[in-house]
């Protein structure tokens, strides 16, 4: 029998198994995230994006639909990438079900995605089942592999779980800006200036199959590798601070 403390514990943990709360925005809070949420707008719009010929091919090969996976220090720019390059029906994306993601739901709502609410500890199983319900629907499934708290550029075991159960390839989606300010943040995310210019790059892998523990460990390593080829070589460390 689990102990008061224990059970303690794990309500302050959550329960991956059960539904859990979902922090929304409300009242106040709710009238002032439109101001973000339009800044927000204007400042990605103001962006000029590229993407080499090479991963334009790519792009195009990648069966659809698929698990679109961006390292959280460029979610920023998830929305306006997808929007421009992928231009799918529907991308559902997985988002922290904590009070301070809240604010990113209205923004990700705005840019019309539909949000699922869950992280490795919190709604886990919940937030699988609503994935794979979205999936079955045709959607996208938009994913940061080391949210929400890193480590940096470190793949989860989940992504593995989603790309079995769906069979799925994942797609692997980055960016990088000729000027950006860097936040003083975990992940030292990266907000490119406004009007700069923000290179796009993409790749994808077939799903994967083996389930022994050695074999996840090794796609886990290649698949960060291969998104750390997507990035510019320096860019674990501030090239630019505005």
């Given at each position: 029998m689990s102990t008061a403390h224990e059970q303690q514990s794990t309500k302050r943990r959550g329960d991956p198994f059960r539904g859990g709360a979902l922090h929304r925005l409300s009242g106040w809070r709710l009238w002032l995230s439109r101001f973000p949420v339009v800044g927000l707008r204007w400042y990605l719009g103001s962006l000029r994006l590229e993407m080499p010929a090479m991963d334009r091919a790519r792009l195009a090969a990648c069966p659809r639909p698929a698990l679109?996976?961006?390292?959280?220090?460029?979610?920023?720019?998830?929305?306006v990438i997808i929007d421009t390059f992928l231009r799918?029906?529907?991308?559902?994306?997985?988002?922290?079900?904590?009070?301070?993601a809240a604010w990113e739901v209205e923004f990700y709502e705005d840019w019309g995605f539909d949000i699922v609410r869950g992280s490795s500890s919190r709604r886990g199983l919940a937030s699988t089942r609503e994935l794979l319900r979205a999936f079955r629907r045709g959607?996208?499934?938009?994913m940061t592999p080391d949210g929400p708290i890193g480590p940096l550029y470190a793949f989860k075991r989940s992504?593995?779980?989603?790309?079995?159960?769906?069979?799925?390839?994942i797609l692997l989606i980055?960016?990088?800006a000729e000027v950006a300010w860097r936040a003083p943040s975990w992940d030292r995310h990266v907000v490119p200036l406004p009007?700069?210019?923000?290179?796009?790059?993409?790749?994808w892998l077939q799903p994967f199959t083996d389930h022994t523990q050695n074999a996840e460990s090794a796609v886990l390593e290649k698949l960060r590798n291969a998104y750390l080829a997507l990035c510019r070589e320096n860019d674990t460390l501030p090239y630019h601070d505005a």
């Open positions: 679109i996976i961006m390292s959280h220090n460029r979610s920023l720019l998830a929305p799918t029906a529907k991308v559902t994306c997985l988002i922290s079900p904590s009070r301070a959607q996208d499934l938009g992504i593995l779980g989603l790309a079995r159960m769906t069979s799925a390839p980055s960016a990088n009007f700069s210019t923000v290179q796009v790059r993409c790749d």
